[in-house]
């Protein structure tokens, strides 16, 4: 299985691994590393992009059966033993910016609004927020886009946590997760935030930039934010 350093270091866009599998699958070539920075597309958060000897990757999934990290690539390695991977920094940086937004927005619609996050969904411009309320108004809006503001400019350190069931059972957290087994990934905004999640984050708040919440619209029983 992929060792997925990603989880630990979301900064490192350039590494080196050693090629453990290469095979072709429906006239695609795909290979799987020993350790990869690369995120696979999962909890709402867009897979990374970039190259892999050269070769562009274009997707990144991961296998049921052992957990491995599949690096899908636009053409064979050759004879290659050893990965010499780039990440798109761009687009790694716009994913931790959004996603850190969004854990911010999050703990501001819960304190503001008494709004609980259900989903959310990143994009190349935006990204989007469902949550357990209807007809918030103008005024709470504002008032959550003022909190979350307030969180960036106070450039709060982002750090990552492994933690224990019996740990993450006595912590504060915004969100408990769906499994209850074995160690949890904590992203902790001092002093705001602290959720499971296994995306990648910013280090320090002041790294989102300015939120801006643009509508709200009604989906059933739940907000659109």
């Given at each position: 299985?992929?060792?997925?350093?990603?989880?630990?270091?979301?900064y490192?866009?350039?590494?080196?691994?050693?090629?453990?599998?290469?095979?072709?699958?429906?006239?695609?070539?795909?290979?799987?590393?020993?350790?990869?920075?690369?995120?696979?597309?999962s909890?709402?958060?867009?897979?990374?992009?970039?190259?892999?000897?050269?070769?562009?990757?274009?997707?990144?999934?991961?296998?049921?059966?052992?957990?491995?990290?599949?690096?899908?690539?636009?053409?064979?390695?050759?004879?290659?033993?050893?990965?010499?991977?780039?990440?798109?920094?761009?687009?790694?940086?716009?994913?931790?910016q959004?996603?850190?937004?969004?854990?911010?927005?999050?703990?501001?619609?819960?304190?503001?609004?008494?709004?609980?996050?259900?989903?959310?969904?990143?994009?190349?411009?935006?990204?989007?927020?469902?949550?357990?309320?209807?007809?918030?108004?103008?005024?709470?809006?504002?008032?959550?886009?003022?909190?979350?503001?307030?969180?960036?400019?106070?450039?709060?350190?982002?750090?990552?946590?492994?933690?224990?069931?019996?740990?993450?059972?006595?912590?504060?957290?915004?969100?408990?997760?769906?499994?209850?087994?074995?160690?949890?990934?904590?992203?902790?905004?001092?002093?705001?935030?602290?959720?499971?999640?296994?995306?990648?984050?910013?280090?320090?708040?002041?790294?989102?930039?300015?939120?801006?919440?643009?509508?709200?619209?009604?989906?059933?029983?739940?907000?659109?934010?």
């Amino acid at each position: 299985m992929s060792k997925r350093r990603h989880y630990e270091d979301a900064y490192t866009t350039q590494f080196q691994a050693n090629i453990l599998e290469k095979f072709m699958e429906n006239n695609r070539h795909a290979v799987v590393l020993d350790e990869t920075y690369f995120y696979p597309e999962s909890g709402g958060q867009p897979a990374d992009q970039g190259t892999i000897n050269g070769r562009s990757v274009t997707h990144l999934s991961i296998r049921e059966t052992d957990g491995a990290v599949v690096h899908w690539l636009d053409g064979a390695l050759g004879e290659a033993k050893v990965a010499t991977a780039v990440i798109d920094w761009q687009r790694r940086f716009d994913h931790m910016q959004q996603h850190t937004g969004q854990h911010i927005l999050s703990q501001a619609f819960r304190q503001i609004a008494k709004a609980e996050t259900l989903s959310f969904h990143l994009s190349e411009n935006a990204v989007t927020i469902d949550v357990d309320r209807l007809d918030m108004s103008d005024a709470e809006i504002a008032a959550v886009e003022q909190c979350a503001n307030q969180a960036v400019w106070a450039n709060h350190p982002v750090t990552i946590q492994f933690v224990t069931q019996e740990e993450w059972a006595t912590l504060p957290l915004r969100k408990i997760p769906p499994t209850r087994n074995g160690r949890l990934r904590l992203i902790n905004i001092e002093n705001f935030d602290l959720t499971a999640c296994g995306g990648t984050h910013v280090n320090q708040t002041g790294s989102v930039g300015q939120i801006k919440i643009v509508r709200q619209e009604k989906r059933g029983e739940k907000s659109r934010i």
